[in-house]
């Protein structure tokens, strides 16, 4: 996890955790991982990149290229808690 401040969850963060909590996120492994929802890839890789290194988002080892399920981290999850209770 990067030592730098967590990015601010934004309406589409929010969905992406949504997506990945129900089960329809997917990671195709490398050096950034790169997430897709429902076997589409998501239109803000950015963002994907910044869940991941926030440490919301776990990244299960694979080889390059493999695709994995995105699961979020406990932080992950109490994050998009909050971020729901918020809203």
Same mark, same amino acid.
């Not at 967590?6 to 990945?20: C, F, G, N, W």
């Not at 926030?54 to 808690?81: H, K, M, N, R, Y």
């Given at each position: 996890?990067?030592? @730098?401040?967590?990015?601010?969850?934004? !309406?589409?963060?929010?969905?992406?955790?949504?997506?990945? !909590?129900?089960?329809?996120?997917?990671?195709?492994?490398?050096?950034?991982?790169?997430?897709?929802?429902?076997?589409?890839?998501?239109?803000?890789? $950015?963002?994907?990149?910044?869940?991941?290194?926030?440490?919301?988002?776990?990244?299960?080892?694979?080889?390059?290229?493999? $695709?994995?399920? @995105?699961?979020?981290?406990?932080?992950?999850?109490?994050?998009?808690?909050?971020?729901?209770? @918020? !809203?």
């Amino acid at each position: 996890m990067d030592t @730098a401040e967590p990015h601010e969850l934004t !309406a589409r963060t929010r969905a992406m955790l949504r997506a990945i !909590a129900a089960g329809r996120g997917t990671l195709r492994c490398g050096r950034e991982p790169h997430l897709y929802i429902d076997g589409v890839p998501c239109c803000d890789q $950015f963002s994907a990149h910044a869940l991941i290194h926030d440490g919301l988002v776990a990244t299960p080892p694979g080889p390059t290229g493999q $695709f994995v399920p @995105a699961t979020l981290t406990p932080a992950g999850s109490a994050a998009l808690d909050l971020a729901t209770a @918020a !809203a």
